[in-house]
């Protein structure tokens, strides 16, 4: 008896965690009307794209349900009618829901059950398209008075009030509805409100006053151990502003941003891996010279002591590899020596050049590019050799002597030319990262690379004003 009473209470728990395990997943019927018999998606967004999570088999009645484990991630979601047809809906707090609409028009003829969370979801999206629709309206109204300064000052008038009652809308959904996923995305998109701008003590204005409050709030609403702000479109352009506008441009306060923002992240594993991933991406292939450096100190703290464990072995040595490589060659390194062969089958040695500026040039005779960058050198070289006591060290790929000096006579190029596979000194390639041709490097007198990877009509203004700031006192 006490046995049989044993199991029935076994059955009875398994029963309940069964149902509970049931109640903690997701169930989600859609019903698109004018829709039937196809396939349709379901896709969430990440960073700056989406991604197909799950395919759905819509019946001859519109219907088609989506199921998802409890452990699903939280964030906003998208139903794929066609690549031009599709609607949002979000997935927090509500398990158990259903969504109801038009092929044609989803969003405006949406019939949400069971969900607060997107019935507050879509009155925001309805207030905020009301709105700007009558920016729209005022806008174009503006025009047949642009003449008229008192009427455009009551459209002007009418669209900041629009405004403040949109920033009131969202805000009182951020007060009534806290633990809403709407009220989430509307903090993380919130911009900072840049007060009145204070007097110095000379009685100026102080001129910097707005970028330093709007930088340093940039962030308030952002929580940066929540990885909801990764499945939604807003954090990846906020955070690209960010380092692209508001952080100082130069490697080593980008340097200090990296790491703040990587430590902020660190509690949430998802937040941690994707600014990792942001920075590491965003760095690699820099936009700007000479910021491969942030690249190389990201590997060399996080990848190369074994904090990116996720990443495979093979990919996180190839990363490192890449930054070891990299390394030599960042601004302010001296630059690795080479030793060749010139026409003469004479060895040359960079580092003994004398020159305050020595232009390194990795070329071949048969590259069209070579072809027109050579002659703008050629014209700075001529014109410019003496004022600034400059050099050109030229390395050719080719290995045929005959096309190599018939191409440089051709090119009526005076100065040094050397054969890179004539050398001393190791595999050029592999010194300085060269994968194709034309690359141009500048070293001042103590040959240090001052910039790299220039195009060679730019070599003369970057010459000029590096000049012009050594000057300065």
Request: net charge neutral; charged share 25%; with cysteine.
């Amino acid at each position: 008896m006490l046995k049989l009473k044993m199991a029935i209470l076994l059955l009875l728990l398994f029963t309940l965690v069964q149902q509970v395990a049931g109640q903690s997943g997701y169930n989600i019927k859609f019903r698109i009307n004018g829709l039937k018999d196809t396939t349709c998606f379901i896709a969430y967004y990440y960073s700056s794209g989406t991604y197909i999570e799950d395919t759905l088999q819509v019946d001859g009645a519109g219907r088609c349900t989506y199921k998802a484990p409890a452990d699903l991630p939280k964030g906003l979601y998208v139903f794929v009618i066609t690549d031009k047809i599709f609607f949002d809906f979000v997935i927090n707090n509500d398990h158990k829901f259903s969504l109801e609409t038009t092929k044609d028009d989803p969003v405006n003829h949406m019939i949400i059950k069971d969900s607060p969370e997107n019935e507050l979801f879509y009155k925001y999206l309805h207030y905020n398209r009301e709105k700007f629709d009558q920016i729209q309206d005022l806008d174009r109204r503006s025009k047949f008075v642009a003449d008229q300064k008192d009427s455009l000052k009551l459209y002007s008038d009418e669209v900041n009030k629009i405004n403040k009652d949109l920033i009131a809308f969202k805000l009182g959904i951020v007060d009534k509805y806290p633990d809403s996923f709407t009220a989430f995305m509307i903090n993380a998109m919130r911009e900072p409100e840049v007060p009145e701008i204070p007097l110095l003590s000379n009685g100026r204005p102080d001129s910097t006053f707005g970028y330093r409050y709007y930088k340093s709030h940039y962030w308030d609403g952002s929580d940066f151990t929540d990885d909801r702000l990764l499945r939604t479109p807003v954090f990846h352009n906020k955070l690209k502003k960010y380092f692209d506008n508001l952080v100082v441009q130069n490697p080593d306060s980008v340097i200090r941003e990296v790491d703040a923002m990587i430590e902020r992240s660190r509690p949430n594993e998802e937040m941690f891996k994707y600014m990792i991933w942001f920075t590491t991406y965003k760095y690699e292939n820099p936009e700007f010279m000479g910021f491969d450096k942030v690249f190389v100190h990201i590997v060399d703290k996080y990848y190369i002591t074994g904090q990116t464990p996720w990443i495979s072995k093979t990919v996180n040595e190839n990363i490192i590899k890449k930054a070891n490589k990299i390394r030599p060659l960042l601004i302010g390194q001296v630059a690795p020596n080479m030793i060749m062969q010139d026409t003469n089958l004479q060895l040359v040695s960079m580092h003994n050049i004398s020159a305050d500026y020595l232009i390194i040039l990795f070329w071949d005779p048969d590259c069209g590019h070579c072809e027109k960058e050579i002659p703008h050198l050629k014209v700075f070289y001529d014109q410019n050799k003496e004022k600034y006591k400059l050099e050109i060290f030229t390395v050719c790929s080719d290995t045929s002597l005959v096309k190599w000096k018939n191409a440089i006579k051709k090119r009526q190029m005076n100065w040094i030319n050397v054969d890179g596979p004539r050398t001393l000194t190791g595999d050029y390639h592999e010194q300085y990262d060269i994968i194709s041709n034309p690359v141009i490097y500048i070293l001042n007198q103590r040959k240090e690379i001052i910039a790299k990877r220039l195009p060679a009509e730019k070599v003369g203004t970057f010459i000029e004003n590096y000049s012009k700031l050594l000057r300065k006192p």
